[in-house]
Structures are given as structure tokens and as C-alpha cells.
């Protein structure tokens, strides 16, 4: 076997990014915890999944066999594996799940998750690069790719891969770094570079931990309060986040050439009022420009405005897929997510107002007066026209409507909730 140093660049990278989770598999999680909760988030939270990709239809419902096809890749010790694995089986879907992941060491972390939960049936797992892999076991109709692609030596060809893998009316739950909320993180990895680049495993972490604790406290890094990983997340997140040696963030224009690059289209961003202007500033003498702009426009000032977004969290799908996200209407069926409806409603129902905070920053919206009865009815099961005739007496048919799609718009904007389609029986 050859030298690594006299191995091509992108083939060092890789081996470099293999060996780091070899050696501190990331997130660290164990097992047995498992038993007491169950780890959610976005990308790939079947709600989201279901929303944005398939815009609210029963992904399963459109496939000849009944079944849907989901890769993980790059899954590492197992997050959204186990999420998505268990999430189908608690709505009976029929999914079929391909993990593909470079490390040993996670892989064995995630296998251990899935067996815990008894989930390993349904689950197929394969150790190497999904950039090679994907196609081999595709087509999917969804893949999840959460933190990997910005790993790569080359992005743009791993998004490629995922996009050939990628059945036509698929899709994809993605996250890439952002830029502007990890100032600092990547003067530290300078840092490490121009005083010990050749270290790794444990000599680059106990020298990372040195230099950090030498910081003074004008350092960026230390100053910057939206990154934690380096201090909650033990040995593998201070390694995952200030030491890694293949690394890049991206802009939010960056994040939609990358994603055309690929033939594919953005639905939408996680959180999509982090990604608006008027979340920051109510002046309309300030936003005025703003707002008669693409959306691409009006999310890269909002990510300029913000400075808190770390992370970028998306769905796309194939540029020709035409499907969109759903919109109100009486027969579809509104549903929450991390969040419970009646505590909502009763908090709503005292303020007349909802809170919303994301990474430092907190956001109140005044809700609709109808707001905290509609709220206490959306049990998952129910149409909006079906709530509408629980209402007694009825308001105007048309001031209802009215209601629920400001309190939908702004619910919908921070995530907490999601529309569907009925199954068809």
C-alpha cells in the first residue's frame, strides 16, 4: 500500500475524514439510550419528508410496490437512521433503508441503535463512500444526507451522485454548514494547520483542547455563543467541529448554485422564517427592495441580517419534479411537530401571542383570535373542514379560511407544523 503522503490529495482527505471517525465516531451516542427516547430532527423527520418532498401525499401510496426506498448517507452513528426507521414503522409505512457510511466505528454504533429497537429487518447496511455506492443500490425516493456533503473532497460531485441515485419524483433531506453562524471555527482549523497539521487522533485532540483553552477571550471562536459542539459534545464534537481537516460552509447563494449544479430545485430551507427579512426588521422604508426580489434574494440578506445560522437544513428534488409543498384547503389534514397542540392552544389562548426561538434569537408573532380553538381540534386525524364544523356557532366560512392560513403561515415558518393529504382507503 502506498504512502498516504505520496497518495493524491482527495484520496488523503478521505482517508483523513475515515480515520477521524474511526477514532471518535460522531455524535457519540449509546445504545441503551435508546430505550428512553427517541433522537428527532431535521432533515428527515417523516412529517417534513412527506411535506416538502412529496408534497403531503403518502409517499408510499405512489410507488408500484407499495414501499418506499430511503438511503442514509454518510450515516454515521445513526440520528436520522433511527429516526426515519422508526418513524415508519410507527405510521405502518413500508420502507426499505440503505445505510452507507465510510466508518467501521459508527457503523457498528448505528447497527447496535437499530437493534436495540428491533428495527434491523427493514434496514440494509454497507460500509464505503455513498459518492461510489448510492447508484449500486438506488434508485431511492428519498435520501437524507445530513453533514457529509461539506466532508468531501469534492461536494459537488457527492451532491451528483445522490442526484443520479434519486428516483425522478424523489427527493432529499440535506444539510451543509453555514457560514456566517460558525465564525471562528474555521480560524481555529487555520490555527491548527499552521502549528500542527501532521497530528491526528488523540495528539490533535489534546493539542486542539490546548490551543483553545489558550484563546484569549477577543477570539471569535470564543465569542461566538451559536456553536457548542466544542463544549457539550465531548471528545468527538470538539473533534468534529474545530479539528476536522476537510470542512467548508456555504452562503445561501452558494447553497442554491450547488444545488441547480446537481439538476435539482429547492422547496424550501428548515425554519423557513429564518430565512426572511421582515423575521429581522419590520421597517418597510428598510425592506422594500427586499420583498420584490426572488426568494434567493431575500434568503441570502436574511442570512446576512441574522448572523446566528449555522447550519443550512433543505429539501430538494429533481429541477422537472413539479411538486410542491402543500397550501391550506378544507380537505387536507394539519399536523404538529415538536410541539404538543394543546399547550399551544392554552398559551396562545393567554397572550394572544407565540414565541419563537432559534439559536439566540427570539421572535413573537400575534396569532389569529380563532387561533387557540383551532389549535385544541387538529388532532393529527382531522381535516381542516372538519375542524371548521366543530365550531359551534360557526364563524363565516371565509373568516375562518382567513384564520387558519395566517396561523398556519406562521406555525408553518418555524417549523411546527405541517399539512398532509387523507390516505386514500
Known amino acids: 500500500m502506498p504512502d498516504d503522503k505520496n497518495r493524491p490529495d482527495h484520496v488523503q482527505s478521505s482517508a483523513k475524514t475515515r480515520d477521524q471517525y474511526e477514532t471518535y465516531p460522531y455524535p457519540a451516542r449509546n445504545p441503551e439510550d435508546e430505550d428512553k427516547r427517541l433522537i428527532t430532527g431535521s432533515p428527515g423527520n417523516w412529517d417534513e419528508v412527506v411535506h416538502f418532498v412529496f408534497g403531503g401525499r403518502d409517499p408510499s401510496a405512489q410507488t408500484k410496490s407499495g414501499k418506499i426506498k430511503i438511503l442514509v448517507a454518510g450515516g454515521g452513528t445513526g440520528d436520522a437512521l433511527v429516526m426515519l426507521a422508526q418513524q415508519a414503522r410507527d405510521r405502518k409505512a413500508k420502507a426499505e433503508i440503505v445505510y452507507i457510511d465510510l466508518s467501521e466505528s459508527s457503523r457498528a454504533i448505528a447497527e447496535a441503535r437499530i437493534k436495540r429497537r428491533s428495527l434491523e429487518k427493514n434496514v440494509t447496511f454497507v460500509t464505503g463512500s455513498f459518492v461510489d455506492l448510492a447508484s449500486e443500490y438506488g434508485p431511492f425516493d428519498y435520501i437524507d444526507c445530513c453533514g457529509v456533503l461539506h466532508h468531501l473532497p469534492d461536494p459537488d460531485a457527492g451532491l451528483r451522485a445522490l442526484a443520479d441515485a434519486l428516483k425522478p419524483n424523489g427527493g432529499m433531506g440535506l444539510m451543509v454548514y453555514g457560514e456566517l453562524g460558525r465564525q471562528g471555527v474555521y480560524h481555529m482549523q487555520e490555527m491548527m494547520e499552521r502549528l500542527n497539521a501532521e497530528a491526528g487522533g488523540a495528539k490533535r485532540l489534546n493539542f486542539g483542547k490546548a490551543l483553545f483553552n489558550s484563546l484569549p477571550g477577543t477570539n471569535w471562536l470564543k465569542r461566538n455563543p451559536f456553536v457548542g459542539d466544542h463544549i457539550h459534545g465531548g471528545d468527538a464534537g470538539f473533534y468534529d467541529l474545530l479539528l476536522h481537516q476537510q470542512d467548508r460552509a456555504y452562503r445561501v447563494d452558494e447553497v442554491f448554485d450547488f444545488v441547480e449544479a446537481a439538476g435539482l430545485r429547492l422547496q424550501n430551507f428548515i425554519e423557513p422564517m429564518r430565512y426572511d427579512p421582515t423575521t429581522y ?30 447550519k443550512h437544513i433543505f429539501y430538494v428534488v429533481k429541477a422537472k419534479n413539479k411538486v410542491k409543498p402543500p397550501v391550506p384547503s378544507p380537505e387536507l389534514i394539519p399536523t404538529f411537530t415538536r410541539i404538543e397542540g394543546a399547550t399551544l392552544a392554552r398559551s396562545v389562548a393567554k397572550t394572544g401571542n407565540i414565541k419563537i426561538t432559534f439559536t439566540g434569537l427570539s421572535v413573537t408573532r400575534t396569532m389569529p383570535s380563532a387561533s387557540p380553538a383551532i389549535l385544541s381540534r387538529i388532532d393529527g386525524k382531522r381535516s381542516i373542514g372538519e375542524i371548521y364544523e366543530l365550531f359551534d356557532p360557526k364563524p363565516e366560512k371565509f373568516e375562518f379560511n382567513a384564520q387558519f392560513a395566517v396561523m398556519y403561515s406562521v406555525l408553518n415558518a418555524a417549523n411546527l407544523m405541517y399539512l398532509r393529504h387523507p390516505e386514500k382507503k
Open 281 to 310: 426588521c419590520s421597517r418597510h422604508d428598510v425592506l422594500d427592495k427586499a420583498m420584490h426580489v426572488p426568494f434567493r434574494e431575500r434568503a441570502a440578506l436574511a442570512e446576512l441580517m441574522a448572523g446566528n445560522i449555522t
